[in-house]
């Protein structure tokens, strides 16, 4: 959670195996088109870190998040938060009933997202001073953190969670710390990526001994190299080929013997502009950055710098645009709904298997930085809240695009399943819709081909359901010109 950005004003801010592309046949208005690969689940999931999440409207606010197509919640622990404030005499950090651990009211955001069939992705991080080695980091930042008090801390966590603890749920899905490339959040900077070696594995160890199938995810890296007079970081790019001990270029290569455990890769793309702009910085990643990221992370598998349990997954963990209203320095609402469905798509054509999205409502404005709510936030509380128009983009995103052989479509169905997709044209933003495509979505929900029916860059597009008012937002052919909004305005 950017918490960070209310000063910043800056952007550092189920599934072990990268998606494939799942490719169709061409289509025509008299036939269903066929998939033609392997099949591949392409998830999203909502960062519920906010006071919501448990409470008198916690029922509703799950309910919210499973109608927008989610099927992960993002929790994160702040160990600093649950480990007592001084070391004590004696106890058992590993034992998740020790008396001086205080979980809050972390069992029933557990309870409630796993009775509404969401899967948890839980993250550790912010270390308790006991456990920072020869300094005190301030805020959220931890300073040298103990790798072998964090095995211990995850050790705890992961037991409570294993399924087999005083009948609480079980957790398959493990985070280790958030964002660990900037000073915000780890220090001292030169030395975080060794930090943060030592970190993952006391962390996936102790996960993996919790339970069989459990499944560790790395720390998603902040966006941007930044260099201010309180905050610094290393670019993704540079801590990732430090941290996994590659080169750069095209063809990464072994730099060193050492390894990182992990079974899915993740990282927060934040973007200045449209869903495919590059970072100005060869070291950062955009959205339009992450094919990058995946080569050097399939070049680090290829080489066995990855200690993994299975086939190694990416995700996005984190991401988001601000939107304009309630934020003027924002991206307007209804460009930001395109954004999103082509975000999407961007991401999941990029090899990333589950996205995060940050958050489910706006929060309070002016005060929060963070205006990146599907809903816009009511004052009269939770019920009272309106959808956004990218509510629908992310719940059933689609894109289309003209090419040369005829119109690209995308997109992934509302309910995560095969069903049938009826692709409707219509001449101009507004008119009667004409029927001009079926296609069949696979097993995971997602539709992918190019289209032979005339069009122009006047037409509108749309996916519907078939036999169902569900509709995806309508997507012009009239590509938007780009612009630098910034994605927390």
């Known amino acids: 959670m950017p918490l960070r950005l209310a000063a910043m004003r800056s952007p550092g801010v189920m599934l072990a195996a990268a998606v494939a592309l799942a490719g169709f046949v061409l289509a025509c ?27 008198a409207d916690a029922g509703l606010y799950y309910d919210r998040i499973v109608a927008a197509g989610a099927r992960i919640v993002r929790f994160t622990v702040y160990w600093k938060d649950v480990a007592p404030a001084t070391l004590p005499v004696s106890w ?18 557990v309870e409630l997202a796993v009775a509404h069939h969401l899967t948890p992705l839980i993250t550790l991080m912010q270390a308790p001073v006991w456990a920072q080695v020869g300094g005190v980091a301030d805020d959220l930042g931890s300073y040298r953190p103990s ?5 211990q801390f995850a050790a705890a966590v992961a037991r409570r969670y294993s399924g087999a603890f005083q009948g609480l749920p079980r957790v398959r899905y ?18 975080t990526p060794s930090i943060y070696r030592s970190l993952l594995s006391a962390f996936a160890d102790s996960v993996h001994a919790a339970a069989v199938g459990n499944l560790v995810v790395s720390a998603g890296l902040s966006p941007f190299t930044v260099d201010y007079p309180t905050v610094k970081s290393i670019g993704p790019m540079q801590f990732m080929r430090e941290l996994l001990c590659m080169s750069g270029g095209a063809h990464p290569r072994p730099t060193c013997a050492s390894t990182a455990k992990f079974d899915i890769w993740a ?29 050097l992370l399939q070049a680090a598998v290829k080489a066995g710098h990855v200690d993994s349990t299975g086939p190694v997954g990416f995700w996005v963990t984190e991401f988001s645009w601000d939107t304009d209203p309630p934020d003027p320095n924002a991206v307007p609402v209804a460009l930001q709904a395109r954004w999103t469905a082509e975000a999407l798509y961007q991401m999941w054509s990029s090899g990333v298997s589950a996205v995060i999205w940050l958050m489910l409502r706006d929060d309070a404005y002016p005060g929060s930085p963070l205006q990146s709510g599907l809903y816009f936030r009511s004052d009269n509380g939770l019920a009272s809240d309106k959808p956004k128009p990218a509510l629908v983009a992310f719940r059933f995103p689609f894109v289309a695009y003209l090419r040369p052989d005829g119109v690209e479509v995308w997109g ?20 009667p819709w004409r029927r001009v495509a079926s296609m069949r979505a696979d097993r995971y929900g997602i539709f992918d081909g190019v289209l032979k029916f005339a069009a122009t860059r006047k037409n509108w597009v749309r996916a519907r359901l078939i036999g169902s008012s569900v509709a995806a937002l309508p997507f012009s052919l009239t590509e938007p010109p780009d612009h630098m909004y910034h994605p927390f305005g």
Do not use: C
């Open 29 to 55: 208005s008299s036939a269903v088109a066929q998939p033609v690969t392997q099949p591949a689940p392409f998830l999203t999931g909502i960062y519920a870190d906010r006071p919501e999440a448990s409470g």
């Open 267 to 295: 990282t927060h793309p934040y973007t200045t502009g449209g869903p495919f702009d590059h970072a100005a910085n060869p070291n950062d990643v955009s959205l339009g950055d992450l094919p990058k990221m995946n080569t």
């Open 174 to 191: 493990w985070q280790a710390w958030n964002e660990p490339n900037i000073t915000a959040y780890l220090e001292p900077l030169a030395e």
């Open 412 to 431: 992934r169905t509302p309910t995560n399943r095969g069903a049938i997709v009826v692709i409707e044209r219509r001449s101009a933003a507004s008119g």
């Open 92 to 109: 058992d950090p590993t034992d998740p009933a020790d008396s001086n651990y205080n979980w809050g009211d972390l069992d029933q955001r």
């Open 147 to 151: 790798a072998v008090d964090f095995g």
